[in-house]
């Protein structure tokens, strides 16, 4: 009687892509930050991942001693009911897609009297599975303008006189 003798088979194990998440965010100012004044701002987020989001996206954005956040803030598709004056809260609560158009939360803020030069703010997005930290938050900083230069009279008398002049002068040329 003959008996059959094993055989070992090896089976390589496929290793599947890591799909997941990556959240991108970016601040920008989107209007002039003059003390005493309001001031806009934009928050953008993208999922720059290979994978569509599981859960919820969490957005916050503390604002800097001399910032205070215009309530409410509204924006579609976002929950931004856990939002104080201090503090921008905003969750999106459905699945983002890889490579879709950004996600905007667009607010407002109040800066106040004789903060100084210029206030730096930061925002950070979050959700589960996003492995890559290091483009969830980013920075804008909030700069007053340059107040305009002071208009001498005398250099504007000046100038107004040499124009003047000089159109005078193209005028007879061509009178001529």
């Known amino acids: 009687m003959r008996t059959a003798t094993p055989t070992e088979t090896f089976v390589q194990p ?15 100012f989107t209007s002039t930050c003059a003390a005493g004044h309001t ?11 290979d994978g569509a989001t599981s859960g919820p ?3 916050v954005d503390p604002m800097p001693t001399g910032m205070t956040l215009v ?4 924006a579609a598709a976002w929950d ?3 939002s104080t004056s201090t503090l921008l809260h905003c969750t999106y609560a459905a699945v ?5 158009a950004p996600l905007e939360v667009n607010a407002h803020a109040q800066v106040a009297s004789g903060v100084g030069k210029g206030l730096l ?7 589960p599975g996003d ?15 340059a107040p305009a230069p002071a208009l001498d009279p005398l250099g504007l008398a000046i100038g107004v006189a040499a124009l003047i002049g000089a159109a005078a002068f193209a005028m007879r040329r061509r009178s001529i």
């Open 14 to 28: 496929t290793l599947e892509p890591l799909v997941v998440p990556d959240l991108s965010l970016t601040k920008a």
């Open 57 to 59: 996206i969490d957005v």
């Open 121 to 127: 703010n930061t925002a950070t997005g979050s959700t």
């Open 131 to 145: 492995l890559n930290p290091i483009n969830d938050s980013d920075s804008a900083l909030c700069v007053e303008p």
């Open 71 to 74: 309530l409410p803030v509204t």
């Open 80 to 82: 931004c009911s856990g």
């Open 39 to 49: 001031t806009s701002f934009r928050l953008s987020v993208r999922n720059v991942g």
């Open 96 to 100: 983002l897609q890889p490579n879709t």
